[in-house]
């Protein structure tokens, strides 16, 4: 009965660093082969990264591309690696256009290429803008089994690729990836790949890639399931990770080649030569995080890999002492080192003492570095200069602190971080050159009932490893204020964000219309006042910066309406 040991390589690619990216297959390879595997899959696009948006109708990358995957066979070879199958995804360009490819690197030499299919052309994806469909299918026979592969969207459409393979008489399918994170996306991918693998008629093993690229984070996930669609391995989220599955196929089916329904498939023939090996135990199966830890998960993933793939190596933020700043600064914390933080209080003459007592407990409680700087004389110069009053006066307080952070950067080589949410997102509750000011935006797809839910949670989970609670609980339990004026809280302008988050979700995640939104219970004056604050709200969400996407629309990224639009709801 023929044998076949499978890697399955959940790494952390950066887009554009094709050499970085090729010692990553080489290291994991390595570590592939270590373990007995006849084949290594890698995730979707690994050697130049995902998603390379524009760079894909650049001829000069396409080019250094395709040359580094024949330069990366040849070096598997040179380190003794070229026994093992590499499946690595690039981007191939020939005289039809750039395209979404995969290939089989083996002996030195690259075997198989496979280009993707269905294009996705919805949500974050545009794939339809750059690249041109693939039309045959590479079946690779590795020891003895033959192995059919889909990538990534060929997997979630119904027919094409995956049906072809079924027909074809395939032993296994592997299905590299680059599937973004978003919430309870985990519950959307098991049934999926049971069901595909049903179809196949064979088990499917999935590679997904893992880490933030801009505000999309990979979670990882991967999955191995028989043909019978039950669960065999699942790897862990957001961590890199290699999982190895055998499989033992009869070894006597009849194996179709040429042209089955929309496709050419083409057999290649590798080397049967591996001795077989004692089986290992069935690959781990690790269980999904919860959803807040999920989330926590994804948002300290996203900053991490934003801040040092773009090369800085600290960040600055204010420290208002409210539950934003908190949580920004303990995510912070989590994915660079509290060494790595700068938290700056700066309180002007409508500053509480608790925000600023909280702010210095914030920063003790996780050991980031915090300094005080008062705005105070700085806001009085406009506002006596400028004759400000009203509006304008509580803005250029915002303005002033969006400044001094800016300075600070600039001094010292800081990122900034923006602390806003995403309810005050959505209904424009911020101030352009002021809290908007930054560089990167941590809870930007965060509704501000899922930031106090965060918050809990990783209080308790420090409380669960006898750590002591990064947040303090008084930035959690009051009520949330801007301080720019005297007394001021957030409800003076907005309504309870419970109510609010329980409309945006329907409004901005489901798109329901103005009907829609009456007939689901909200109430008319507050769909009237919140569709109202949305839509004029746009010019201000262009301005603001990136930020970790976790739900299914994202403002920038899913969601982009014209800032000139005349159309209202209702």
């Avoid at 660093?17 to 082969?33: C, E, F, H, I, Q």
């Avoid at 998603?51 to 070096?75: G, H, Q």
Wanted: hydrophobic content about 40%.
């Amino acid at each position: 009965m023929p044998q076949l040991r499978i890697a399955l390589a959940q790494v952390n690619a950066t887009v554009g660093d094709l050499r970085g990216n090729a010692s990553l297959v080489v290291d994991w390879t390595r570590k592939a082969r270590e373990g007995g595997a006849h084949l290594v899959v890698f995730p979707e696009m690994v050697l130049t990264g995902y998603p390379v948006e524009d760079l894909a109708i650049r001829t000069s990358f396409a080019r250094a591309s395709a040359e580094k995957l024949e330069e990366l066979a040849r070096t598997l070879d040179d380190a003794g690696l070229g026994s093992v199958a590499a499946v690595v995804g690039y981007l191939e360009h020939d005289s039809v256009g750039p395209r979404n490819a995969a290939a089989v690197l083996h002996g030195g030499r690259v075997v198989a290429r496979q280009c993707k299919h269905h294009l996705p052309n919805y949500g974050v994806f545009d794939e339809r803008r750059y690249f041109k469909p693939g039309s045959s299918l590479d079946v690779v026979r590795v020891n003895g089994v033959e192995v059919g592969m889909v990538i990534c969207e060929d997997l979630w459409q119904d027919g094409g690729p995956i049906t072809a393979l079924g027909d074809a008489g395939v032993d296994v399918v592997v299905s590299p990836n680059a599937s973004p994170y978003e919430r309870n996306k985990d519950d959307l991918r098991l049934p999926l790949v049971a069901r595909r693998a049903a179809e196949a008629h064979a088990p499917l093993a999935y590679c997904n890639l893992v880490g933030g690229q801009d505000e999309l984070v990979f979670d990882g996930d991967s999955l191995v399931v028989s043909a019978e669609g039950r669960l065999v391995g699942r790897a862990p989220q957001f961590v890199e990770h290699l999982m190895f599955a055998d499989f033992d196929v009869p070894g006597d089916r009849d194996y179709e080649q040429g042209q089955i329904g929309d496709f050419y498939v083409r057999r290649v023939f590798l080397s049967d030569a591996a001795a077989p090996y004692e089986p290992l135990p069935a690959p781990r199966v690790f269980e999904p995080l919860s959803d807040e830890a999920e989330v926590w998960h994804a948002l300290v993933t996203g900053l991490r890999d934003y801040v040092h793939k773009n090369g800085f190596r600290s960040v600055v933020l204010g420290l208002s002492g409210g539950i934003d700043s908190a949580v920004v600064a303990s995510l912070a914390v989590d994915a660079l080192g509290a060494d790595a933080v700068y938290g700056v209080s700066m309180p002007s003459s409508y500053s509480s003492e608790h925000s600023r007592s909280d702010a210095s407990d914030m920063a003790a409680r996780t050991g980031l570095h915090f300094t005080t700087e008062p705005i105070g004389e700085m806001v009085s110069v406009y506002v006596s200069q400028l004759k400000l009053s009203g509006l304008a006066e509580e803005n250029i307080q915002a303005r002033c602190r969006g400044m001094l952070l800016m300075a600070l950067s600039n001094q010292d080589g800081h990122l900034v971080l923006a602390t806003g949410n995403k309810s005050e997102l959505a209904v424009g509750y911020s101030t352009i050159y002021g809290d908007a000011v930054g560089g990167y935006a941590p809870i930007k797809d965060v509704l501000k009932t899922l930031v106090w839910d965060l918050a809990r949670w990783r209080n308790a989970e420090a409380e669960k490893r006898g750590e002591t609670p990064p947040i303090p609980e008084n930035s959690i339990s009051k009520p949330p204020s801007a301080e720019l004026r005297p007394g001021q809280v957030d409800t003076d302008s907005l309504p309870d964000y419970e109510v609010l988050d329980a409309l945006l979700d329907d409004y901005v995640h489901d798109d329901k219309g103005y009907d829609a939104l009456i007939e689901a219970g909200h109430a008319p004056e507050l769909v009237d006042r919140v569709l109202r604050m949305v839509d004029k709200a746009e010019y201000k969400r262009r301005q603001y910066p990136p930020g970790t996407k976790i739900s299914n629309k994202a403002f920038g990224r899913d969601r982009r309406l014209p800032i000139t639009n005349g159309w209202r709801e209702g």
